[in-house]
């Protein structure tokens, strides 16, 4: 399963995160070796996606044409709304 996703440069906090979740994108993080790696996500692909991934799934997430493979790790989403909010990938 390939993801894509863009790199975030700007606009970090709940504020940055709220203002990304009302334009149809939510924030995640890849964790690894060295520094973290903060990405935007489409929150409509990412659902699709959902149906055929879970926790401990191992997939392919390409962040402005650089390539990670990574385990998805956690999943937060809004219980009254059912919005994604944020979620976590660990390199492998």
Not at 31 to 36: A, F, L, T, V
Not at 42 to 62: C, M, P, Q, W, Y
Request: charged share 25%; hydrophobic share 40%; proline share 1%.
């Amino acid at each position: 399963m390939n993801i894509k996703a863009t790199l975030r440069t700007d606009d970090f906090g709940s504020s940055g995160s709220r203002r990304l979740i009302r334009k149809g994108l939510f924030p995640a993080e890849i964790y690894g070796k060295g520094e973290n790696v903060h990405i935007i996500l489409n929150a409509h692909d990412f659902e699709i996606s959902l149906r055929s991934i879970s926790v401990g799934s191992k997939l392919t997430l390409t962040v402005d044409n650089k390539e990670y493979s990574c385990i998805f790790k956690d999943l937060q989403e809004n219980i009254m709304t059912g919005k994604l909010i944020h979620a976590d990938f660990q390199i492998v």
